[in-house]
């Protein structure tokens, strides 16, 4: 069996009240005894209108800066939040209708690690094996295949209260693998993993991949994506969809329209946005070969070019041609 992911505009709008609010309702303050009035709610739209095909067999990268709504998407797929409007399923399961059926074939690795510290590392799966209803002799013999795989072995038997932040991250995602689900979620699974740690876990992912299953992961890191992901098509074709390829980011003394106006016309420059008065990303066919042509235009227009920077196609360029934002802010 194998299993895909479908949503068909997703929306989802917190409502939730600032800090300072909390336990505040009703309360009187004041000499006066006025009630004081309550703050209004702000609404955060999380998201607004997400429709997503994640085929069968495919690791998915969900890329987005802090905030884009990656780990609410992934908790409506999980069951954890309800959306506010809109559709997702699990294979042919309708999510917010069928949990039960969802729960069984998801593996999940929430953002926040959600591990019980008065367990140790091998309590902790095979527990959890329990709970997904696998026969006493299988969940050993698998959480003693994943202490092994995520190097937990020699910790086992210790308590995961003391556990450093990447060991707790390889047992969440052991955790994950215990009941061998149709679709894994990882939400940032490589936060906090030294670069060893993340290779052995780029090469476990790609290994549960080939064994038919499906895999959503969010990151910030380009290298994972591009090591692990087909993106809404592989990452090549997105990155040739980026006009010209090469991103020149240029920073001025004060830029003018008119000579923004005049790098468009210089051969190789297929777009120019102004990113404020004083910043310009040109995406261009040629990257260096056009820096002292922009510098002699800006020096003729009496502007002074402070900085250049070039980067290469890349899936952090594509990002911020479509958004207009960095993956890092
Ligand atoms: N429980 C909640 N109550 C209120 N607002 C929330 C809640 N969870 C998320 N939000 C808001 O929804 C938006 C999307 O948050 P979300 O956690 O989905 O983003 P993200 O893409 O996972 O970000 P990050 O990269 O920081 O993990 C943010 O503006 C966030 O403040
Ligand atoms: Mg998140």
Not at 147 to 152: E, N, S, V
Not at 211 to 217: D, E, M, N, P, Y
Not at 242 to 257: D, I, N
Not at 287 to 312: F, K, R, T, Y
Request: charged share 25%; with cysteine.
């Amino acid at each position: 069996m194998v299993v895909g992911i479908r949503t068909r505009d997703l929306r989802k709008t917190y409502n939730s009240s600032p800090p300072f609010a909390a336990g505040a309702g009703g309360f009187v303050s004041g000499a006066l005894g006025h009630k004081r009035r309550k703050p209004p709610k702000p609404e955060i739209v999380a998201l607004d209108g997400l429709s997503l095909d994640i085929f069968p067999a495919e690791i998915f990268g969900l890329l987005g800066p802090n905030g884009a709504g990656k780990s609410t998407t992934v908790g409506i797929l999980t069951t954890r939040v309800r959306p506010t409007s809109g559709q997702a399923w699990i294979g042919e399961h309708e999510v917010w209708k069928k949990q039960v059926a969802v729960k069984r074939l998801i593996g999940v690795v929430a953002q926040r690690p959600n591990l019980d510290f008065s367990l140790t590392a091998r309590e902790i799966l095979v527990f959890h094996g329990a709970y997904f209803g696998l026969g006493s002799q299988e969940r050993i013999q698998r959480a003693e295949a994943l202490l092994d795989r995520f190097k937990l072995r020699d910790r086992a038997d210790q308590m995961v209260r003391g556990f450093s932040g990447g060991m707790m991250q390889r047992l969440s995602i052991a955790r994950a693998m215990m009941h061998d689900p149709q679709i894994l979620f990882l939400d940032e699974p490589s936060a906090g993993l030294d670069p060893q740690t993340r290779l052995l876990l780029w090469e476990i992912i790609r290994e549960y991949n080939h064994s038919g299953k499906t895999i959503l992961l969010t990151t910030h890191n380009m290298e994972e994506a591009d090591a692990l992901c087909q993106p809404l098509g592989t990452p090549q074709e997105l990155k040739a969809s980026v006009p010209g390829g090469f991103l020149l980011r240029l920073r001025f003394g004060r830029h003018s329209p008119e000579l923004l106006q005049r790098f468009q016309t210089r051969v190789g420059v297929r777009e120019v946005r102004a990113t404020d008065h004083h910043g310009a990303d040109l995406y261009t066919d040629r990257g260096g070969s056009l820096v002292p042509e922009i510098a002699n235009l800006a020096s003729a227009a009496g502007v002074e070019l402070c900085d250049v920077h070039i980067s290469e196609p890349s899936l952090e360029n594509l990002f911020l041609h479509h958004t207009g934002r960095s993956l890092r802010e």
